[in-house]
């Protein structure tokens, strides 16, 4: 099954910035599109960002304007800047595709954690 790695979380103050990275071990140009989704404790894992094959990419209202979702094909890797951070943003974040018949294409990984606080 396709593995991804998840990185470049931490910890960082509200208004400050991160960028995340999410390598796959199988093509990502191969499925429909790759997205971000993020978990609390407690709560279910919610989405975040969506990029699909063709380009078109799509946004929680929460993070419209703050995030933004990017791929590179010839790495395999998933990429979300993430600007302005507030505390409420702060969760594991996961990455993984969706294939054509809509289910998850990866094994989820461990995540990175980003943390928003002073």
């Known amino acids: 099954q396709v593995q991804v790695v998840e990185s470049g979380g931490g910890l960082v103050q509200p208004g400050g910035s991160l960028r995340l990275s999410c390598a796959a071990s199988g093509s990502i140009g191969s499925v429909l599109g790759m997205g971000w989704y993020r978990q609390t404790p407690g709560k279910q894992r919610e989405f975040v960002a969506f990029m699909s094959k063709g380009g078109t990419t799509t946004y929680v209202d929460s993070v419209k304007g703050r995030f933004t979702i990017s791929r590179d094909n010839a790495r395999d890797t998933v990429y979300l800047q993430m600007t302005s951070l507030k505390p409420e943003d702060t969760a594991v974040y996961y990455c993984?595709?969706?294939?054509?018949?809509?289910?998850?294409?990866?094994?989820w990984g461990q995540g990175t954690q980003v943390t928003v606080s002073s």
């Open positions: 993984n595709g969706r294939r054509l018949d809509g289910d998850f294409w990866a094994a």
